[in-house]
């Protein structure tokens, strides 16, 4: 069974989590680099509370979920997801995302992409990544051990929460260098994955020089 990050991994929306994330920070004379730093991975409320802790966490969270929830200029599906998702059975892949689920619905559609069956988002969960538990309830949904589960990840927070809940990742893009030893392999996007299914389970193989393979 397959649980995706979103954010980075199925849809590009990078420059636009990062313009929504500098105008906030601006508005209250925060370090906007600093913001973008922290929120690779995590909740925009762990983000709040890192960099302001002075400030009202769940007012600012509101805030920032708003412009999130309107906002999708720029964002478009990242290369070879809607190839990958259409090769899964909708039972067998879900989406684990530091986003809320109405942004996390509302970007899947912006980008073309299909909604998951299974969707575990910041406002399910108690702890945000690199906490394990919005892995280990993906994989209570998909009927899964940890174990037979496979995890893709663009951010070192995501990479550790996988690794905490005792599954397999696959990390996805170039902000991996320092978690690389608790990646089973690397992509530099999804066109480098391709899944068969079989009598077997689930196989994914992954092009690009790799020989590498994950069954789940």
């Given at each position: 069974?397959?649980?995706?990050?979103?954010?980075?991994?199925?849809?590009?929306?990078?420059?636009?989590?990062?313009?929504?994330?500098?105008?906030?920070?601006?508005?209250?004379?925060l370090d906007g680099d600093k913001a973008v730093e922290l929120s690779h991975g995590r909740r925009d409320i762990?983000?709040?509370?890192?960099?302001?802790?002075?400030?009202?966490?769940?007012?600012?969270?509101?805030?920032?979920?708003?412009?999130?929830?309107?906002?999708?200029?720029?964002?478009?599906?990242?290369?070879?997801?809607?190839?990958?998702?259409?090769?899964?059975?909708?039972?067998?892949?879900?989406?684990?995302?530091?986003?809320?689920?109405?942004?996390?619905?509302?970007?899947?559609?912006?980008?073309?992409?299909?909604?998951?069956?299974?969707?575990?988002?910041?406002?399910?969960?108690?702890?945000?990544?690199?906490?394990?538990?919005?892995?280990?309830?993906?994989?209570?949904?998909?009927?899964?051990?940890?174990?037979?589960?496979?995890?893709?990840?663009?951010?070192?927070?995501?990479?550790?929460?996988?690794?905490?809940?005792?599954?397999?990742?696959?990390?996805?893009?170039?902000?991996?260098?320092?978690?690389?030893?608790?990646?089973?392999?690397?992509?530099?996007?999804?066109?480098?994955?391709?899944?068969?299914?079989?009598?077997?389970?689930?196989?994914?193989?992954?092009?690009a020089g790799t020989r590498q393979r994950t069954r789940t």
């Amino acid at each position: 069974m397959i649980s995706f990050d979103l954010d980075g991994v199925l849809v590009d929306s990078m420059g636009l989590i990062e313009r929504i994330l500098r105008e906030w920070a601006a508005g209250h004379e925060l370090d906007g680099d600093k913001a973008v730093e922290l929120s690779h991975g995590r909740r925009d409320i762990d983000v709040v509370r890192l960099i302001a802790p002075h400030l009202d966490a769940d007012a600012e969270t509101r805030r920032i979920v708003e412009r999130e929830e309107r906002d999708f200029d720029g964002l478009t599906a990242t290369p070879g997801a809607a190839r990958l998702l259409d090769a899964l059975p909708s039972d067998a892949w879900g989406i684990v995302t530091s986003g809320t689920r109405a942004v996390a619905q509302r970007r899947l559609a912006a980008a073309g992409l299909p909604q998951p069956t299974h969707l575990v988002a910041a406002d399910d969960i108690q702890h945000g990544k690199p906490h394990p538990e919005g892995y280990l309830a993906a994989a209570e949904l998909l009927g899964a051990a940890p174990a037979r589960c496979v995890v893709l990840e663009d951010a070192p927070a995501g990479v550790r929460a996988a690794h905490a809940a005792g599954m397999r990742c696959i990390g996805v893009g170039r902000a991996l260098a320092d978690v690389g030893a608790l990646l089973s392999t690397h992509v530099d996007d999804l066109c480098c994955v391709h899944a068969e299914c079989g009598l077997d389970g689930l196989l994914l193989r992954f092009s690009a020089g790799t020989r590498q393979r994950t069954r789940t």
